[in-house]
């Protein structure tokens, strides 16, 4: 599976962005996908998850109200839409995808994937 993310850019504080990530490869072994962020200086933190198969999201309470996470129709593609935004989201977001595969035993296995970041940068 490869990830490719787009969307971020300079944004007013209150204002919208939405960013895009398009999954390729063995899509099908998709499990979920999501979004993390590292904000400069900091850890890299959870933003969202949506699972494939139930559509089940997740939110980090930071985002929640303002950030909604989306798939599109063949979940191939993850959208993370951020209204409200904030100063403090300023960051670069990465897309992730969780990956499930057979190892060499013939048992699942799960593993993550890494889209490229795309920044985020909100001024006040």
């Known amino acids: 599976v490869q990830l490719q993310a787009s969307g971020g850019g300079l944004v007013q504080a209150g204002g919208s962005l939405r960013l895009s990530c398009a999954a390729s490869g063995n899509i099908f072994s998709i499990t979920a996908m999501g979004w993390y962020r590292r904000a400069p200086g900091k850890q890299r933190e959870l933003v969202a998850t949506v699972a494939i198969s139930s559509g089940d999201t997740v939110y980090e309470d930071f985002v929640k109200g303002r950030f909604t996470i989306s798939t599109n129709s063949a979940k191939t593609s993850v959208y993370l839409q951020m209204n409200t935004l904030k100063p403090e989201d300023t960051a670069i977001y990465y897309c992730?995808?969780?990956?499930?595969?057979?190892?060499?035993?013939?048992?699942?296995?799960?593993?993550?994937?890494w889209g490229q970041g795309t920044l985020v940068t909100v001024s006040s």
């Open positions: 992730y995808a969780e990956e499930k595969y057979s190892d060499y035993a013939g048992d699942w296995e799960f593993r993550d994937v």
